[in-house]
């Protein structure tokens, strides 16, 4: 993203229930915000879907004056030999060819990439991991996921699903030790790291220790004021995180990790899960950074436009 020449992008973060738009304005590889705009997701009708986005485009082109390159974040998963959005949360797209589609209805190339790394790639360029050699972008929300990027770059992978850590199995052992059970994971496997490290994850933990249903915010909150049960689901939670995330650097040893999602508002694991993921790591071996991310929920527009530019430089 070195020339010097403006032009004009425009990332799509695509919700359950809503999608959000940004236009930027691009110089010499610095985004400069130009218009933003936000819709309610239209997640039974495809035709309707794509009208949406080709409405929410040609407004942004009318805006920046020029035709936009186009970069969309999309929950869910894109079939690598068919194209077709499988168990996407937006039911309208599943089973759909949306790249293609959208493609054909705006005229131009669109750029598609996984919500998650999206997320990841946003914090890989101006954010919380800028200027790192690599890091991994870890979504902690509603599920569990990611992406994994080397010198700004995303790393989209084989079957372009790279990142998708919370799909990793949790040990026997481990579910053994804090006595929990085998839980079934809506992909189809059992024992997914997503169901018990996720924002939903800590909730289910929460109440198989018995407590009540409290959303996380809440369970955090009974911790602090120094409730038992709390402090114990908390600390089993970390320590399963700290697990998920140590087999990660056994794979990748990124320079840094970026915490994204609800969870990512959880103060303590900044400053515990560093040491909490040594314990699972053999000696010598070096924790990276655990950093906050710098754009928050914005960071998935932001990464959808940044593929998009960065599709022009392949």
Excluded at 77 to 105: C, E, F
């Amino acid at each position: 993203m070195s020339s010097t020449e403006p032009q004009a992008c425009c990332g799509i973060d695509i919700g359950g229930s809503k999608i959000e738009l940004v236009a930027y304005a691009v110089q010499g590889g610095v985004l400069s915000e130009r218009h933003r705009r936000r819709i309610a997701t239209p997640t039974q009708d495809f035709d309707a879907f794509c009208q949406a986005i080709s409405a929410l485009v040609q407004e942004a082109d009318g805006v920046l004056g020029e035709r936009c390159r186009v970069g969309l974040g999309l929950p869910g998963v894109i079939d690598a030999a068919s194209g077709v959005q499988l168990s996407s949360n937006v039911p309208a797209l599943n089973g759909h060819q949306v790249g293609p589609a959208l493609q054909a209805l705006l005229q131009r190339p669109v750029r598609i990439g996984n919500d998650c790394q999206c997320f990841a790639l946003s914090e890989a360029l101006g954010g919380a991991a800028d200027g790192f050699p690599s890091m991994f972008g870890v979504i902690l929300g509603t599920g569990a996921g990611g992406g994994y990027c080397v010198n700004g770059r995303l790393l989209a992978g084989y079957n372009g699903m790279a990142g998708e850590w919370g799909h990793l199995s949790l040990p026997a052992s481990l579910l053994a030790r804090h006595r929990l059970p085998l839980w079934d994971c809506p992909c189809g496997l059992q024992g997914c790291l997503e169901r018990y490290v996720s924002g939903l994850g800590l909730e289910s933990l929460y109440r198989h220790l018995g407590g009540a249903a409290l959303d996380t915010a809440q369970i955090a909150q009974r911790a602090a004021a120094g409730e038992g049960g709390a402090r114990l689901c908390l600390d089993i939670h970390l320590d399963l995180l700290a697990h998920g995330l140590a087999q990660l650097m056994l794979a990748l040893d990124p320079h840094a990790f970026v915490l994204g999602g609800g969870l990512s508002k959880l103060a303590h694991l900044y400053t515990e899960l560093p040491a909490a993921m040594a314990r699972h790591l053999f000696k010598g071996v070096r924790v990276p950074p655990v950093l906050p991310p710098h754009f928050g929920d914005a960071g998935g527009a932001r990464g959808a436009a940044l593929l998009a530019l960065q599709s022009q430089h392949r």
